[in-house]
């Protein structure tokens, strides 16, 4: 698993990668209760807001780790947001996207590298 | 941004400790939630009983610097100079009732909205309690100074703790501390004592449930606080879900769904509009309110239920059934209580009606809203039987 600065985890399996945010930002958040998730098909660019995840208190956009196209969103999300607090690393992911390059995929911190970052803030 | 410090409340370094996260709120150092976060924290006050430190409001004190021994008259005379600058009528306020008013500027624009007490002692007629609101209080305090001019002084208590108890249960909480707080009903206030210093204790709040705000002076309002806490039925509540809770209740925050462009008629305030005020026309824009209510009016601020999609937030457009932009949300988002999102926002009066169906856009999409009755959620005040 790899990680953004804005808090996003990727996986690879092949050249499919599972993304999702982090359990750090799921805590930031708090309780999230409403989620857009892009269509299958969407095309994102590493950096593009592709998710949207909304508190009670306020909306926040979720940016692709990486880029590539959307092959399967996970559906059951928006019919319960909670997962994303209980599992945010695990079944609280939101898409997986066929890698278009995934050596984007080196630019990004591991596990160690990440939790050495959130020391920091 | 600016350098300045934040301020600071006499309960700030209690919700650090309680591990509160912390926001810049009016100038202060406030807590927007704490452990439980803003969903718990909502749903716990609506059933038990919640804790907010608003000590970053505006109480304050205007009282006429010469008495002349007459309660009522020394009452009338106070009204009468606070009277010049909002459209509450003050004069017929009973001893310790409390009343919701509206500080207008000559366009009949709302400066701010505030509480007006009449104090319970005969030592304390020709005085009034006025509680401000936190982003607007340096301003208020100015207006309220001038229009005192030199027959009154206006006494700042806004380094005093104020803490607000709200819910079901705030009654039997307060009451087992401070005794006075059950003959209180909605709307009242009076004078107690906590461990031998004097607080005053109102039965009023800002979440439609029944509570109180008690005013305390800084050096014994951490205590109060904790000892509040001691009951297993109270918990503190941050300023996330203050908001959460007063949108539900229908009341507006100022700043976001009142302005000095906004009039009594306009923002649905209009019961602030005392009858005796109505009748002498006598408030500042007078004649502007009274042509509104007469049917001159332009825009109304109303509830709105969105249908689907994401919670429609402040700055989002409303539009009508053909898509043409009718208004703007002044207040939005996930209502807690219901399991949907709910919004404030102001429409033309023709599109006001409940059930009047509209849009709101939200990052880009049309999605289905209906203008609904406030409150969203029942208020449960403590009224006096009639």
Same mark, same amino acid.
């Given at each position: 698993?790899?990680?953004?600065?804005?808090?996003?985890?990727?996986?690879?399996d092949?050249?499919?990668?599972?993304?999702?945010?982090?359990?750090?930002?799921?805590?930031?958040?708090?309780?999230?209760?409403?989620?857009?998730?892009?269509?299958?098909?969407?095309?994102?660019?590493?950096?593009?807001?592709?998710?949207?995840?909304e508190?009670?208190?306020?909306?926040?956009?979720?940016?692709?780790?990486?880029?590539?196209?959307?092959?399967?969103?996970?559906?059951?999300?928006?019919?319960?947001?909670?997962?994303?607090?209980?599992?945010?690393?695990?079944?609280?992911?939101?898409?997986?996207?066929?890698?278009?390059?995934?050596?984007?995929?080196?630019?990004?911190?591991?596990?160690?590298?990440?939790?050495?970052?959130?020391?920091?803030? | 941004?600016?350098?300045?410090?934040?301020?600071?409340?006499?309960? =700030?370094?209690?919700?650090?400790?309680?591990?509160? @996260?912390?926001?810049?709120?009016?100038?202060?150092?406030? /807590?927007?939630? %704490?452990?439980?976060?803003v969903?718990?924290?909502?749903?716990?006050?609506?059933?038990?009983?919640?804790?907010?430190?608003?000590?970053?409001?505006?109480?304050?004190?205007?009282? $006429?610097?010469?008495?002349?021994?007459?309660?009522?008259?020394?009452?009338?005379?106070?009204?009468?100079?606070?009277?010049?600058?909002?459209?509450?009528?003050?004069?017929?306020?009973?001893?310790?009732?409390?009343r919701?008013?509206?500080?207008?500027?000559?366009?009949?624009g709302?400066?701010?909205?505030?509480?007006?007490?009449? *104090?319970?002692?005969d030592?304390?007629?020709?005085?009034?309690?006025?509680?401000?609101?936190?982003?607007t209080?340096?301003?208020?305090?100015?207006?309220?100074?001038?229009?005192?001019?030199?027959?009154?002084?206006?006494?700042?208590?806004?380094?005093?703790?104020?803490?607000?108890?709200?819910?079901?249960?705030?009654?039997?909480?307060?009451?087992a501390?401070?005794?006075?707080?059950a003959?209180?009903?909605?709307?009242?206030? =009076?004078?107690?004592?906590?461990?031998?210093?004097?607080?005053?204790?109102?039965?009023?709040? %800002?979440?439609?449930?029944?509570?109180?705000?008690?005013?305390?002076?800084?050096?014994?309002?951490?205590?109060?606080?904790?000892?509040?806490?001691?009951?297993?039925?109270?918990?503190?509540i941050?300023?996330?879900?203050?908001?959460?809770?007063?949108?539900?209740?229908?009341?507006? $925050?100022?700043?976001?769904?009142?302005?000095?462009?906004?009039?009594?008629?306009?923002?649905?305030?209009?019961?602030?509009?005392?009858?005796?005020?109505?009748?002498?026309?006598?408030?500042?824009?007078?004649?502007?309110?009274?042509?509104?209510?007469?049917?001159?009016?332009?825009?109304?601020?109303?509830?709105?239920?969105?249908l689907?999609?994401?919670?429609?937030?402040?700055?989002?457009?409303?539009?009508?059934?053909?898509?043409?932009?009718?208004?703007?949300?002044?207040?939005?988002?996930?209502? /807690?209580?219901?399991?949907? /999102?709910?919004?404030?926002?102001?429409? /033309? *009066?023709?599109?006001?009606?409940?059930?009047?169906?509209?849009?709101?856009?939200?990052?880009?999409?049309?999605?289905?809203?209906?203008?609904?009755?406030?409150?969203?959620?029942?208020? @449960? %005040?403590?009224?006096?039987?009639?």
């Open positions: 698993m790899r990680f953004t600065k804005d808090h996003e985890w990727v996986e690879a092949g050249d499919v990668a599972t993304l999702g945010i982090t359990a750090y930002a799921a805590e930031q958040l708090g309780d999230v209760v409403f989620i857009e998730l892009p269509s299958v098909g969407k095309s994102l660019k590493a950096g593009d807001a592709f998710a949207v995840v508190s009670v208190k306020a909306a926040s956009d979720v940016y692709a780790p990486i880029s590539g196209d959307v092959v399967e969103v996970n559906a059951e999300l928006p019919d319960a947001p909670e997962t994303v607090n209980a599992m945010p690393e695990k079944d609280g992911w939101f898409a997986k996207v066929k890698l278009s390059n995934p050596a984007e995929l080196d630019a990004l911190m591991d596990r160690a590298a990440y939790e050495q970052f959130l020391s920091t803030l | 941004m600016s350098d300045t410090p934040l301020k600071t409340t006499p309960l =700030t370094d209690a919700h650090r400790a309680a591990g509160a @996260r912390m926001v810049e709120f009016g100038g202060y150092d406030m /807590p927007v939630q %704490y452990a439980d976060g969903l718990k924290e909502h749903l716990w006050t609506r059933s038990h009983c919640g804790l907010f430190d608003v000590s970053h409001m505006g109480p304050s004190f205007l009282r $006429l610097k010469t008495l002349s021994g007459d309660a009522k008259a020394d009452h009338a005379a106070i009204c009468a100079l606070l009277e010049s600058i909002v459209c509450g009528d003050l004069r017929g306020l009973k001893r310790g009732q409390l919701y008013t509206l500080l207008l500027n000559q366009q009949g709302i400066i701010d909205d505030l509480m007006v007490g009449r *104090p319970v002692g030592s304390r007629q020709g005085t009034l309690q006025i509680i401000v609101n936190a982003g209080k340096e301003g208020d305090f100015a207006r309220i100074a001038a229009a005192a001019g030199d027959a009154a002084e206006l006494v700042r208590a806004d380094d005093r703790g104020l803490i607000a108890v709200q819910g079901p249960e705030a009654a039997a909480v307060t009451a501390i401070i005794p006075e707080a003959d209180l009903s909605f709307m009242t206030l =009076t004078p107690a004592e906590y461990e031998g210093e004097r607080v005053i204790i109102s039965r009023s709040g %800002y979440t439609g449930e029944d509570g109180y705000e008690i005013l305390v002076r800084p050096g014994s309002a951490r205590k109060l606080w904790d000892r509040l806490l001691q009951d297993e039925r109270a918990r503190p941050g300023l996330g879900a203050r908001d959460s809770l007063r949108l539900e209740a229908g009341l507006p $925050l100022y700043g976001h769904d009142l302005d000095e462009t906004i009039s009594p008629v306009e923002a649905n305030l209009e019961f602030a509009i005392s009858k005796r005020r109505r009748e002498v026309e006598d408030f500042p824009g007078a004649a502007r309110a009274l042509g509104e209510l007469a049917g001159k009016l332009g825009r109304r601020r109303v509830g709105l239920r969105v689907e999609g994401a919670p429609a937030r402040e700055g989002a457009e409303i539009v009508d059934r053909d898509g043409a932009v009718v208004g703007k949300v002044t207040s939005g988002g996930f209502s /807690p209580s219901l399991g949907a /999102p709910i919004a404030m926002g102001y429409v /033309p *009066p023709a599109l006001a009606e409940p059930g009047a169906a509209l849009g709101v856009i939200v990052r880009g999409k049309r999605q289905a809203a209906e203008v609904t009755a406030m409150p969203f959620v029942p208020h @449960r %005040y403590h009224r006096k039987p009639a």
